[in-house]
């Protein structure tokens, strides 16, 4: 019979439905029973795409005689840490308070009837093996010192989540102001970078888009001009690996060497869309058109693949498959071997296998150290160029087979749409159709903001996941910030004042329910949340930035758009709050460092007043729009005020305004370019 999770939307919860395990969703029927039955609670989060995370459901979640044990002992609830961030950040700071700053997913913890943690762990096995101790044995153990020894365990949770809703320790020292906190970011990412291969370290490697954004703002610095290489550089590495779908486009989640060869391969929405706007920012910086290309290309993966009948955008697409074996493993939908390559191309195979390096004996060794017999990954040279016409159409034609073949099976789609993830994407399309004239990529972003705003904020109250219909969960400081990001990004490829309204509302929206007016910074969940033992901020910029560090960019901006100093205050609330523990490792605050930059400014406004087109051969709008368009300027932000008359620029750095000019040049050399 299936268990409690049929009724719930989450795919990945959905999953476990089957389970022999008695899983239970999040909330308080759960603690209540444990509370009646007077057990402890252990509490599975995970995702779809967690690779281990399917490893551990089916070697002990859907094993009957490991959930017999578990059924015995506790109350058991599973949660997407997708659907509920809230729940996931507070249990991930318990394991990493309780492992020695190490954690992950799946995420395994203990919990009394008040919630706080007394034990915690990620992956464990069914048995004990290679000296880690296996669920048959750790449960009967953590069973009978509840029941013989309960005193110690709740000594243990009040103490871990004292330490959980502890304030953060600052580095101490003064806050740094922007341009050191960025120039001490650069030079710490500078002694990390890999020279030969980009990135930063030796393995895993992760793409993390936003240190690329910072590393591009420093390239007009005239001490610091290998910044812009550093990016450049890393972003193709990127692209010619593995990492990368040579097939259908769109990154994988990170590399498991040092070569960007080896991914681990599920695709996720928030990967795409900092690394489109990442994209384009070096487009925008170099010159280049290789980025503008592949940018396109990802953009080509979310419209294809990710984009939901209503304009919103799906999470993810997961790591596994299904294998001509019939085995289910990492990565089986992507790999190929040369045999494969010849049987689905035939005689137009040559090109293709050589250009993406596939061997007959096999071209990678997996993250375990073992070589698989033939398989492939398909990627570029280092110094190759990215594929010509030619190879195009063999590329094309694999992208088919591969899709149409009944011997691969395509991995999972998880299909909840998150406010945060979304937000990104707005951004994300809003970015590249500036920088690249591409209107599409506009209605794109416009799209996905009016579900946003409408079919994802029942009496104007943003949500953050939505499935089929169903919404779910009150949104929190990511999904704000998130989204009013994406609407600034759409105003400035707009100029249209709806967008910046919205983006005003929302920030209202947060400060009223988030920001901590004492302290400064915003909590992750609204003033009025229950449910956890604690209230947290978060700060730092992982996988994606933290609501934080968005929203000191978001205030800066806004707070020059709107001339309202308020905001303004508010940002400098957020860099005082964390400025000071960011200045200990400034590259792990790689947006903090970007926001703070741009609050200490100075920060320029362009507002462009006339008529577009303007028909009396001067000068119109969109041309003095467009010449902006098309430079990275982060520290500049556009108004348009359309008026029957020649167009002119007015100019304002910091409180100055310089006399309106009324020629393109004249307006970039206001702008000292």
Same mark, same amino acid.
């Given at each position: 019979m299936p268990n409690r999770l049929a009724n719930e939307q989450s795919p990945y919860l959905r999953k476990h439905a089957e389970n022999p395990v008695d899983w239970h969703p999040w909330g308080d029927e759960a603690f209540e029973l444990a509370r009646r039955e007077d057990k402890p609670v252990f509490l599975s989060i995970g995702y779809t795409t967690c690779h281990w995370c399917n490893v551990m459901e089916e070697e002990s979640f859907s094993d009957p005689e490991a959930a017999a044990l578990l059924n015995d002992a506790f109350i058991n609830i599973k949660v997407?840490?997708?659907?509920?961030?809230? *729940?996931?950040? *507070?249990?991930? !700071?318990?394991?990493?308070?309780? $492992?020695?700053?190490?954690?992950?997913?799946? +995420?395994?913890?203990?919990?009394?009837?008040?919630?706080?943690? =007394? =034990?915690?762990?990620?992956?464990?096995?069914?048995?004990?093996? /290679?000296?880690?101790?296996?669920?048959?044995?750790? *449960?009967?153990?953590?069973?009978?010192?509840?029941?013989?020894?309960?005193?110690?365990?709740?000594?243990?949770?009040?103490?871990?989540?004292?330490?959980?809703?502890?304030?953060?320790?600052?580095?101490?020292?003064?806050?740094?102001?922007?341009? /050191? +906190?960025?120039?001490?970011?650069?030079?710490? +990412?500078?002694?990390?970078?890999?020279?030969?291969y980009g990135g930063f370290g030796m393995a895993p490697k992760f793409p993390t888009p936003h240190m690329l954004m910072l590393l591009m703002r420093r390239q007009g610095k005239t001490e610091e001009r290998r910044a812009l290489d550093m990016a450049a550089h890393t972003l193709r590495a990127m692209r010619r690996g593995g990492m990368y779908d040579q097939l259908g486009g769109g990154f994988h989640r990170y590399s498991t060497d040092r070569k960007w060869l080896v991914p681990h391969f599920e695709k996720m929405l928030y990967d795409q869309s900092l690394l489109m706007m990442a994209l384009a920012e070096a487009r925008l910086a170099t010159g280049e058109q290789e980025f503008e290309r592949v940018a396109r290309e990802v953009a080509a993966c979310l419209l294809r693949d990710f984009i939901s009948p209503e304009g919103a955008f799906y999470s993810a697409w997961g !790591?596994?498959?299904?294998?001509?074996?019939?085995?289910?493993?990492?990565? !089986? =939908?992507?790999?190929? #071997?040369?045999?494969?390559?010849? /049987?689905?191309?035939?005689?137009?195979?040559?090109?293709?296998?050589?250009?993406?390096?596939?061997?007959?004996?096999? $071209? =990678?060794?997996?993250?375990?150290?073992?070589?698989?017999?033939?398989? $492939?990954?398909?990627h570029l040279s280092p110094d190759a160029g990215l594929p010509n016409e030619s190879l195009q159409e063999a590329i094309t034609e694999l992208y088919e087979w591969r899709g149409r073949h009944a011997s691969r099976v395509p991995p999972e789609l998880d299909d909840k749409v998150l406010a945060d993830w979304n937000g990104l994407a707005i951004a994300a399309f809003a970015k590249c159709g500036r920088a690249f004239g591409e209107p599409s990529y506009i209605d794109v972003a416009r799209r996905a903001a009016e579900f946003l705003l409408n079919d994802m904020s029942p009496g104007g109250r943003l949500m953050h996941r939505w499935h089929s219909g169903h919404i779910m969960v009150d949104a929190n400081c990511d999904d704000y910030a998130f989204l009013i990001w994406g609407l600034i990004e759409?105003?400035?490829?707009?100029?249209?004042?709806?967008?910046?309204?919205?983006?005003?509302?929302?920030?209202?929206? +947060?400060?009223?329910?988030?920001?901590?007016?004492v302290?400064?910074?915003?909590?992750?969940?609204?003033?009025?949340?229950?449910?956890?033992?604690?209230?947290?901020?978060?700060?730092?910029?992982? !996988? #994606?930035?933290?609501? $934080?560090?968005?929203?000191l960019m978001n205030l800066a901006r806004l707070g020059r758009l709107l001339g309202d100093s308020a905001l303004e205050d508010a940002a400098r609330g957020v860099l005082g709050a964390f400025g000071s523990r960011a200045a200990g490792t400034p590259s792990a605050y790689s947006m903090l460092a970007i926001g703070a930059e741009l609050l200490d400014g100075p920060m320029t406004e362009v507002t462009i007043e006339g008529r577009t087109p303007d028909s009396d051969g001067g000068y119109d709008t969109r041309a003095m729009l467009g010449a902006l368009s098309g430079r990275l300027l982060p520290h500049v *932000?556009?108004?348009?005020?359309?008026?029957?008359?020649?167009?002119?620029?007015?100019?304002?750095t910091g409180r100055e305004c310089l006399p309106p000019v009324s020629g393109i040049e004249e307006m970039l050399a206001s702008l000292g370019l």
């Open positions: 997407d840490r997708e659907e509920r961030p809230d *729940v996931d950040a *507070v249990y991930m !700071a318990a394991c990493q308070i309780l $492992n020695s700053g190490r954690g992950g997913w799946p +995420l395994s913890i203990f919990l009394d009837h008040e919630r706080r943690p =007394f =034990f915690a762990g990620t992956y464990f096995p069914k048995v004990s093996r /290679e000296g880690q101790t296996g669920l048959m044995d750790m *449960v009967p153990r953590i069973k009978y010192i509840w029941l013989n020894d309960r005193e110690s365990l709740l000594r243990s949770s009040a103490e871990i989540t004292r330490a959980i809703g502890a304030p953060p320790e600052e580095a101490g020292g003064d806050i740094p102001k922007g341009a /050191e +906190l960025a120039r001490a970011a650069y030079s710490e +990412l500078e002694e990390s970078y890999d020279s030969e !790591a596994d498959s299904t294998d001509a074996s019939g085995k289910f493993r990492e990565g !089986a =939908f992507y790999l190929w #071997t040369k045999a494969g390559v010849r /049987e689905a191309l035939g005689p137009e195979a040559d090109g293709l296998i050589a250009s993406f390096n596939i061997k007959p004996e096999g $071209n =990678f060794t997996d993250p375990f150290g073992e070589a698989l017999e033939e398989e $492939n990954i398909l759409l105003h400035q490829a707009t100029l249209d004042e709806k967008w910046l309204s919205e983006a005003r509302r929302l920030t209202g929206e +947060l400060m009223e329910g988030f920001h901590d007016p302290d400064g910074g915003f909590w992750f969940t609204h003033a009025g949340a229950r449910g956890l033992p604690v209230r947290r901020k978060e700060i730092y910029d992982g !996988a #994606t930035p933290s609501g $934080n560090s968005v929203m *932000v556009v108004r348009l005020r359309l008026k029957e008359q020649p167009a002119v620029a007015h100019v304002c």
